[in-house]
């Protein structure tokens, strides 16, 4: 049993803070994702539970043992790094099997588990050869295999798919997925990519300057990102974020933006009533927006500004009032730059935010 | 061939030559028989080649005893100047601490003095100290001499092997000295071999310090430099000894030049 618990971690840089204050519980097994921009912390966190880094404040408890003053390789932990870090100078095998002689194990015990966890990565025929010899891709899966040889308790990893072309990323993105599913090491994956996180995050923390903003499974951080960061870091193209004015009419509860009004649900009337008459930002995802090229009721009208055929579907820029939106619609739909369209926002998933602190308000849809 | 490529060989061809001819001409001479040596006008190609010459240096008075003290004083200078440059290269190229900038330039800061300056307080302080005309006496001035060479070259050949590796070792269960022993050495080991084996051409050849400093106990270029400018050494003793302090120096930079190109911060593939 391997849950993680770390509590209130702090550490600085001189003057620069890496991570602010940092609480997060890891259940047994689970794959967490942290994800954010570059420089929110995120890496500094997994290195700190890595015992990499010192920290200033703070406890990190690794299966109910308070590991915060042991060294690295005292932690029962694996590491994945970036550049692999696989030692050049040693042949494949006596890389995987490196961190097995460190702790003593048999020499015939060392074989067996290098053959099985070769296996398991297909790496099998590469054992002999030395790393100058390997591609990018072959090169990270010795990285892994050096690590889940160990069968750590928990497994880190930090952005192992960042230096690997896009298909080899996509591929690996299934393999490791299925290896979580295999092994079943706790395992905590450092990434900026947010398609990464969301495929294969049971949970993904969200971070920003050294804080996480979010934590929650995939759907629950698309789908109701907790703030106006959340919804634009998440998502490509990001969620629209348009500002609007809170009414209350004919005992509903009505947002007027972009030069329409939409009725919002029922449930966001209690939460929300107090804030009739007030400014709000209106946050919707492009795929929410419904595009008609026909006059419909409740439907705002709006111009096209660019259309760009990406495969799928089709990316449309549209101006409605004085807010520019990004929509997707279906490859089918004929629309020209300069049309005049008719949307139609889902009241169901629209997320309402706070004007000021751009931090979601109301209850979930 | 453009004629910028032209321009390009010849001057190589002129660097070169500036560089090898006295080289040749010393080992031409030093396979004279001495009465060619001797002749007016002398041919640029000997029509005969002998041993007798080389062998009549290593014969002269001196000579093996001032080769085993060069060589001693080599490896001493080298041990003395690991000990303490290999520290503090890996200091700088792994830490960041406060003087870190300042220790780097003081390093070089040696080297602003000239040794010219410095010899008579140095002869005067190694008297008193009992280590004039000592071989750990030359070595220590040997060792100051090569310190900053030896930092500047292991600073560089520890910030070429990722620290990530030596912790990629510390989470699979090495503690840091074994990291260190397991990960890093080893990559690093051609590298300090390379500058060790600078060290001692630095001190195969370094004259000056070992002229002043000894009287008996010679080192071979302080031998030779005696014998030529003290004793009137003939000719054919000057070549020979040339040839003979040059080529372990040739031999070692050859073997090394890979290396040294890459200390210098130039790579080569």
Same mark, same amino acid.
């Given at each position: 049993?391997?849950?993680?618990?770390?509590?209130?971690?702090?550490?600085?840089?001189?003057?620069?803070?890496?991570?602010?204050?940092?609480?997060?519980?890891i259940r047994d097994g689970?794959?967490?994702?942290?994800?954010?921009?570059?420089?929110?912390?995120?890496?500094?966190?997994?290195?700190?539970?890595?015992?990499?880094?010192?920290?200033?404040?703070?406890?990190?408890?690794?299966?109910?043992?308070?590991?915060?003053?042991?060294?690295?390789?005292?932690?029962?932990?694996?590491?994945?790094?970036?550049?692999?870090?696989?030692?050049?100078?040693?042949?494949?095998?006596?890389?995987?099997?490196?961190?097995?002689?460190?702790?003593?194990?048999?020499?015939?015990?060392?074989?067996?588990?290098?053959?099985?966890?070769?296996?398991?990565?297909?790496?099998?025929?590469?054992?002999d050869r030395y790393p100058?010899?390997?591609?990018?891709?072959?090169?990270?899966?010795?990285?892994?295999?050096?690590?889940?040889?160990?069968?750590?308790?928990?497994?880190?990893?930090?952005?192992?798919?960042?230096?690997?072309?896009?298909?080899?990323?996509?591929?690996?993105?299934?393999?490791?997925?299925?290896?979580?599913?295999?092994?079943?090491?706790?395992?905590?994956?450092?990434?900026?990519?947010?398609?990464?996180?969301?495929?294969?995050?049971?949970?993904?923390?969200?971070?920003?300057?050294?804080?996480?903003?979010?934590?929650?499974?995939?759907?629950?951080?698309?789908?109701?990102?907790?703030?106006?960061?959340?919804?634009?870091?998440?998502g490509a193209p990001p969620?629209?974020?348009?500002?609007?004015?809170?009414?209350?009419?004919?005992?509903?509860?009505?947002?007027?933006?972009?030069?329409?009004?939409?009725?919002?649900?029922?449930?966001?009337?209690?939460?929300?009533?107090?804030?009739?008459?007030?400014?709000?930002?209106?946050?919707?995802?492009?795929?929410?927006?419904?595009?008609?090229?026909?006059?419909?009721?409740?439907?705002?009208?709006?111009?096209?500004?660019?259309?760009?055929?990406?495969?799928?579907?089709?990316?449309?820029?549209?101006?409605?009032?004085?807010?520019?939106?990004?929509?997707?619609?279906?490859?089918?739909?004929?629309?020209?730059?300069?049309?005049?369209?008719?949307?139609?926002?889902?009241?169901?998933?629209?997320?309402?935010?706070?004007?000021?602190?751009?931090?979601?308000?109301?209850?979930?849809? | 061939?453009?004629?910028?490529?032209?321009?390009?060989?010849?001057?190589?061809?002129?660097?070169?030559?500036?560089?090898?001819?006295?080289?040749?001409?010393?080992?031409?001479?030093?396979?004279?028989?001495?009465?060619?040596?001797?002749?007016?006008?002398?041919?640029?190609?000997?029509?005969?080649?002998?041993?007798?010459?080389?062998?009549?240096?290593?014969?002269?008075?001196?000579?093996?005893?001032?080769?085993?003290?060069?060589?001693?004083?080599?490896?001493?200078?080298?041990?003395?100047?690991?000990?303490?440059?290999?520290?503090?290269?890996?200091?700088?190229?792994?830490?960041?601490?406060?003087?870190?900038?300042?220790?780097?330039?003081?390093?070089?800061?040696?080297?602003?003095?000239? +040794?010219?300056? #410095?010899?008579?307080?140095? *002869?005067? $302080? &190694?008297? !008193?100290?009992? =280590?004039?005309?000592? @071989?750990? %006496?030359?070595?220590?001035?040997?060792?100051?001499?090569?310190?900053?060479?030896?930092?500047?070259?292991?600073?560089?050949?520890?910030?070429?092997?990722?620290?990530?590796?030596?912790?990629? +070792?510390?989470? #699979?269960?090495?503690?840091? *000295?074994? $990291? &260190?022993? !397991?990960?890093? =050495?080893?990559?690093? @080991?051609? %590298?300090?071999?390379?500058?060790?084996?600078?060290?001692?051409?630095?001190?195969?050849?370094?004259?000056?310090?070992?002229?002043?400093?000894?009287?008996?106990?010679?080192?071979?270029?302080?031998?030779?430099?005696?014998?030529?400018?003290? *004793?009137? $050494?003939?000719?054919?003793?000057?070549?020979?000894?040339?040839?003979?302090?040059?080529?372990?120096?040739?031999?070692?930079?050859?073997?090394?030049?890979?290396?040294?190109?890459?200390?210098?911060?130039?790579?080569?593939?």
């Amino acid at each position: 049993m391997a849950e993680i618990d770390l509590q209130g971690l702090r550490k600085t840089y001189g003057r620069v803070v890496a991570i602010r204050e940092l609480s997060l519980q890891i259940r047994d097994g689970e794959f967490l994702v942290l994800l954010g921009p570059s420089g929110c912390g995120k890496t500094t966190t997994l290195r700190a539970i890595a015992g990499l880094e010192a920290l200033d404040r703070g406890r990190i408890m690794i299966g109910g043992r308070d590991v915060t003053a042991l060294p690295p390789g005292k932690r029962g932990i694996a590491m994945v790094f970036q550049s692999y870090a696989v030692f050049p100078h040693m042949r494949v095998y006596d890389n995987v099997v490196f961190g097995l002689r460190m702790r003593g194990v048999p020499e015939a015990e060392q074989r067996r588990r290098a053959a099985e966890t070769a296996d398991l990565l297909g790496i099998a025929d590469l054992l002999d050869r030395y790393p100058a010899q390997l591609s990018g891709g072959q090169r990270q899966r010795v990285a892994v295999a050096r690590a889940i040889v160990m069968r750590p308790d928990v497994l880190l990893m930090d952005e192992p798919l960042s230096n690997l072309d896009a298909l080899l990323r996509l591929h690996m993105r299934a393999e490791l997925k299925r290896l979580h599913r295999e092994v079943g090491s706790t395992t905590v994956y450092v990434t900026h990519d947010q398609l990464e996180a969301l495929s294969l995050g049971d949970r993904i923390a969200v971070m920003k300057d050294g804080a996480i903003v979010q934590c929650g499974t995939a759907t629950e951080i698309y789908d109701t990102p907790a703030n106006r960061f959340v919804g634009s870091f998440i998502g490509a193209p990001p969620m629209n974020f348009v500002s609007g004015t809170l009414r209350a009419a004919d005992g509903r509860l009505v947002v007027d933006t972009a030069g329409g009004s939409v009725a919002l649900p029922d449930a966001l009337r209690t939460s929300l009533g107090e804030r009739a008459g007030r400014e709000i930002v209106v946050g919707i995802r492009p795929e929410h927006i419904e595009v008609a090229a026909a006059q419909a009721t409740e439907a705002i009208a709006a111009e096209v500004i660019v259309v760009e055929p990406v495969g799928a579907y089709q990316l449309m820029t549209v101006r409605a009032g004085r807010e520019l939106l990004k929509v997707t619609v279906p490859t089918d739909l004929d629309v020209q730059p300069a049309q005049r369209v008719w949307l139609r926002m889902n009241p169901g998933r629209i997320r309402l935010m706070d004007a000021q602190t751009g931090q979601a308000v109301g209850a979930a849809p | 061939m453009t004629l910028r490529r032209l321009g390009l060989y010849s001057a190589a061809l002129v660097v070169g030559a500036w560089v090898a001819l006295p080289l040749v001409l010393i080992t031409l001479a030093a396979f004279t028989p001495r009465d060619l040596l001797y002749q007016w006008p002398r041919r640029l190609w000997p029509e005969a080649f002998t041993l007798d010459t080389l062998l009549f240096f290593t014969r002269s008075a001196g000579v093996l005893r001032a080769t085993w003290n060069s060589v001693f004083v080599a490896s001493m200078t080298i041990g003395l100047s690991f000990l303490i440059a290999a520290p503090t290269g890996y200091a700088l190229a792994r830490y960041r601490f406060r003087g870190r900038d300042a220790l780097q330039l003081a390093i070089l800061a040696t080297k602003m003095f000239p +040794a010219t300056v #410095l010899s008579i307080p140095l *002869a005067v $302080a &190694f008297i !008193r100290w009992g =280590l004039y005309d000592t @071989l750990v %006496g030359v070595a220590i001035v040997h060792t100051a001499l090569s310190i900053p060479f030896v930092t500047v070259i292991v600073v560089s050949v520890f910030l070429g092997i990722s620290f990530e590796l030596e912790e990629a +070792a510390m989470t #699979l269960g090495s503690s840091r *000295a074994q $990291a &260190f022993l !397991r990960v890093t =050495l080893p990559m690093a @080991l051609p %590298g300090l071999a390379a500058a060790g084996i600078f060290t001692f051409v630095l001190s195969w050849n370094e004259v000056f310090a070992a002229t002043i400093l000894t009287l008996d106990n010679r080192t071979l270029p302080a031998l030779i430099i005696n014998s030529v400018v003290a *004793a009137g $050494a003939p000719l054919h003793y000057r070549f020979a000894g040339g040839f003979f302090m040059v080529v372990p120096a040739l031999v070692i930079i050859f073997l090394i030049r890979r290396y040294l190109l890459t200390l210098w911060g130039v790579t080569v593939r």
